[in-house]
């Protein structure tokens, strides 16, 4: 899957993943995740793009002990600082209620994009 398309559908998650993650209590709505529309999910998903293309690489290498150590799984905290330096860039219309709410994102982008990436492989 391309790059332009990989930022394509990281918009779609982050729309559909925001919308998951609102509760209404009495009439009044508080977002876990927010996004507040199309063209700042895309933005996100750009700004995302590039962060992993320039940041996380030395973010994986900085970690790798730790990665070791805990088999992988420290990838989807980097993941999740990732999501964090996103909606730092973004500003508020783009935002996360906890660091918790972050990696539970984090953990749905990457499952989402392994499935996606796996169907356009096979097909």
């Known amino acids: 899957m ?3 398309s990989r930022i394509l559908v990281n918009a779609l998650i982050f729309l559909a993943t ?22 700042i999910a895309l933005l996100a998903s750009f700004v995302l793009a590039l962060l992993n293309a320039v940041v996380k690489p030395i973010l994986f290498v900085l970690s790798l002990p730790i990665t070791i150590l805990t088999l992988g ?11 964090e330096m996103t909606a730092w860039f973004v500003g508020s219309n783009f935002a996360f209620s906890s660091f918790g709410v972050t990696l539970l994102v984090a953990i749905i982008l990457s499952l989402c994009n392994a499935i996606i990436s796996d169907h356009f492989a096979h097909n």
Do not use: E, R, T
Not at 18 to 39: D, P
Not at 73 to 83: P, Q
């Open 18 to 39: 925001a919308g998951f993650f609102q509760s209404g209590l009495a009439g009044s709505y508080q977002h876990a995740f927010y996004v507040s529309g199309i063209g």
């Open 73 to 83: 799984l420290f990838s989807v905290v980097i993941n999740a600082i990732m999501l």
């Open 2 to 4: 391309g790059s332009w």
